[in-house]
């Protein structure tokens, strides 16, 4: 199971921009407040806008930039109100695609004090002639196609409050002068390719607030930070850190928020005594190399709201003083080895995710009513055993539930109603549950996924889905259930994903409309009898080509204003036989429109409207009682990947225009009464020589299987044989039947590898051996 960390729930970043962009309409409103009239520019600085705009052949986007106007009323300008200078050029998102030029007509503007280029599909490399804007509070370059290094004389800026260059592909060091900027408050220098340390010259930057490196490929280990006093929002997220953990970093009293994501730390998670004013909201150290347990000092973060420690190597149980966090609301903890109980107490946050740890129990139930306000409930993967407590019953505002792969046994509590009216997502796959599936699907509108597979549910399926309208996958595979085809199942008009696999499902397999089925498995039941010739001709979502979207397997989940597709945290597993192999598909999208009838009692002819399945990828229908000739439809499934018709009794030439099925990659026609030549293409010639066997008249192997290496028993006859078969002849006619008879059965006995040229030797002279029989 893989857990996805959640990345920090809102973008510092983006609230800084738009901080300093209020910021900076506040001063442009002052401006036009101070002098309503117009500030008549200076005419040097309208000429040096003009050569700016003819550099990018912006006409069009800025058609008011023209001499017949001031240009302090140009789009994107603001001037001082005594002198008439140009001091800020804002253009965010106006595509100028094209670099700056060390010559520009912008260099021209020395009176700057903002600059924004936000998003304007800038390319090249940034001009060491920025450095020249001494009077700059403002520069962002931020969302663009820059490259090269960031220049040295940006640490020229001395008055700059606010550098952004997010979302570019700068390489190299970030530049020790980047330690001058001493007014510094917002450095935002992530999602670039920058490399080498951060610069010790940062202690420098002691009015530094936000500071926003993550997703670079900066290593080695973190500078002592502690002397930065006015840090609150501290992300190296996505590089390459290593060393302890940096214990120095948190003795800064002005922290909220502290992402060490997707590094090398390791060692323990260590802090130094909590200040009760703490300020921290947000720690996330998920996907590092931290072991030990987690320190109750934790809990002295009263004002926590978010804690992410997934993928490290964390042990022992959770501590009982993590209780204390009223304001926690999400807590990771996935892919870890913690033990002993899951407190009762996460019921009242909003997102527990404890996957793949070894958790074995349930805390008891606390005698105070907490708030159960759980959304996300993720307990996949750990060693609980017996019932379900009572408290899950008491999630009534519980959206996703995943509690798969874990000893739980008993039945599913009919009390679940109570949750279903939220439930989108209800995932019980692979515990011990027995008895029946309870029938508490009547209000059940919003949910999506049902996965109950591989537990030992009897009886029959609840009828009450019937009301479930937005369900898109339902997975009852192995369980006991005893039942008939659910073929009222066709009126759900999102249903994608229907598996029904290795139950007791008994029965003919009525026909039915699915317009929206992706992907049915059946096999391995105990269907019988024949499919219409019409069969398929409805399942019109693997007859046309859809919109590309993997959404069905699990609902998208708002996460903090973000939202976030659950799939990266759970995927409800489908099994398709694939070269011979179960291969579970960790997401189950277009790509995987499948069919599998294998292993009932299905007979008659294969449907020719299978063939109106244009986006099939995968067909089984081995294991049953097929007849009659493979449908030459099937060479119009031209996206099918593996084709599975063995262990049928289906006769007839294998069609030629199954060699034109470039995307297959496997396929299997063992076990039939196939005959004939096997096509000759790229596909065929690929497979194994066991995809072929048990088929006594088929012929044209020697390439696949080998000339001395035939699993298949027969072959077409060889050259120097056909000269025995006329010898035979000769020798019945001249002989009589009694002669013949012992040659030949002689001949079969020593000679099986060619029994089918004897065959036909046999059924050409039967007449002629009753002739000379009788005469």
Request: proline letters at 5%; aromatic letters at 10%.
């Amino acid at each position: 199971m893989a857990m996805m960390i959640p990345s920090q729930s809102y973008s510092y970043s983006s609230i800084v921009i738009s901080l300093y962009y209020f910021l900076f309409l506040i001063s442009f409103l002052l401006h036009t407040l101070a002098s309503p009239t117009l500030h008549h520019c200076h005419h040097s600085q309208r000429d040096a806008l003009l050569q700016f705009k003819n550099e990018f052949h912006l006409d069009a986007a800025l058609h008011s930039w023209n001499k017949s106007r001031d240009c302090c009323s140009w789009k994107g300008i603001t001037c001082d109100a005594k002198s008439g200078k140009v001091n800020s050029l804002y253009l965010d998102t106006i595509s100028l695609n094209n670099s700056l030029k060390p010559n520009s007509g912008l260099f021209k503007l020395h009176h700057l004090d903002s600059l924004s280029l936000r998003n304007c599909s800038l390319h090249g490399e940034i001009p060491s002639s920025l450095g020249n804007f001494l009077q700059l509070t403002l520069l962002d370059l931020s969302h663009n196609n820059l490259l090269g290094q960031i220049p040295l004389s940006i640490g020229n800026l001395s008055s700059l409050i606010v550098l952004d260059l997010w979302g570019n592909n700068l390489v190299g060091q970030v530049p020790v002068s980047l330690g001058n900027l001493t007014q510094l408050r917002y450095l935002i220098l992530s999602h670039n390719k920058l490399s080498g340390n951060i610069p010790v010259s940062f202690a420098n930057l002691t009015k530094l607030c936000e500071l926003y490196l993550q997703n670079n490929s900066l290593g080695s280990t973190l500078p002592d930070m502690s002397g930065l006093h006015n840090l609150e929002y501290f992300d190296v997220s996505e590089n390459s850190f290593i060393g302890p953990f940096p214990t120095s970093l948190f003795t800064i009293p002005s922290l909220i928020s502290v992402n060490l994501e997707r590094n090398h730390f390791k060692g323990a998670i260590k802090f130094r005594n909590v200040s009760s004013s703490s300020r921290f909201q947000f720690l996330n150290f998920a996907q590092n190399n931290l072991d030990g347990p987690i320190p109750e000092l934790i809990s002295q973060y009263h004002n926590l709201e978010e804690l992410h420690l997934s993928y490290n190597n964390l042990n022992g149980s959770i501590p009982k003083s993590l209780s204390k966090l009223f304001k926690l609301e999400y807590f990771c903890l996935t892919n870890n080895n913690m033990e002993g109980e899951v407190p009762s107490w996460i019921r009242r946050l909003t997102m527990v995710a404890f996957s793949n740890n070894s958790f074995n129990s349930f805390g008891p139930s606390s005698q105070v009513l907490d708030k159960t306000q759980v959304k996300w409930l993720d307990l996949s993967s750990n060693a609980l055993q017996g019932p379900l407590p009572r408290w899950i019953c008491k999630l009534t505002s519980v959206e996703i539930l995943i509690l798969s792969n874990n000893l739980l046994n008993g039945s599913i509590p009919p009390c679940l109603k109570n949750s279903t009216t939220s439930l989108t997502d209800l995932v019980l796959r692979n515990n011990s549950f027995s008895g029946t599936l309870p029938d508490i699907f009547n209000n059940a509108t919003k949910l999506i996924s049902l996965d109950v597979s591989r537990n030992q549910l009897e009886g029959e399926l609840p009828k009450s889905l019937i009301h479930c309208t937005r369900l898109q996958l339902l997975n009852v595979r192995s369980n006991r259930i005893k039942d008939t085809f659910p073929f009222w199942l066709g009126s759900l008009p999102s249903l994608h994903v229907l598996i029904l696999r290795s139950n007791k499902f008994h029965g003919p397999h009525v026909s039915t409309k699915f317009q929206s089925l992706r992907v049915i498995d059946v096999s391995h039941n105990d269907f019988t009898g024949t499919l219409p010739t019409f069969y398929f001709s409805e399942w019109l979502e693997m007859t046309t080509v859809g919109v590309e979207d993997d959404s069905f397997m699990i609902s998208d989940v708002p996460y903090m204003g973000k939202v976030l597709n659950a799939t990266a945290l759970y995927i409800s597993s489908m099994e398709i036989v694939n070269k011979g192999v179960e291969m579970e598909f960790k997401r189950i999208n277009q790509d995987y429109k499948t069919v599998d009838f294998s292993g009932n009692s299905f007979c008659g002819n294969i449907p020719e409207s299978i063939g109106l399945l244009k986006e099939l990828r995968h067909l089984n229908l081995s294991g049953n009682a097929f007849t009659g000739n493979i449908p030459q439809s099937l060479g119009d499934l031209t996206k099918l990947e593996s084709l599975d018709l063995s262990k049928n009794q289906l006769s007839g030439q294998i069609p030629q225009n199954l060699g034109g099925l470039s995307f297959v990659s496997t396929m299997n026609f063992s076990h039939n009464l196939l005959e004939g030549p096997v096509p000759r293409s790229t596909q065929f010639q690929g497979q194994s020589c066991s995809s072929f066997m048990d088929n006594l008249r088929l012929y044209g192997l020697e390439d696949i299987c080998g000339e001395t290496h035939v699993k298949n028993p027969v072959l077409e006859v060889p050259a120097e044989k056909e000269e025995q078969v006329v010898n035979w002849i000769a020798a019945v006619i001249a002989y009589g039947p009694g002669v013949f008879c012992g040659f030949v059965i002689g001949h079969i006995l020593t000679s099986r590898k060619h029994k089918i040229a004897i065959y036909d030797v046999i059924s050409e002279l039967f007449p002629v051996m009753i002739y000379v029989f009788l005469k």
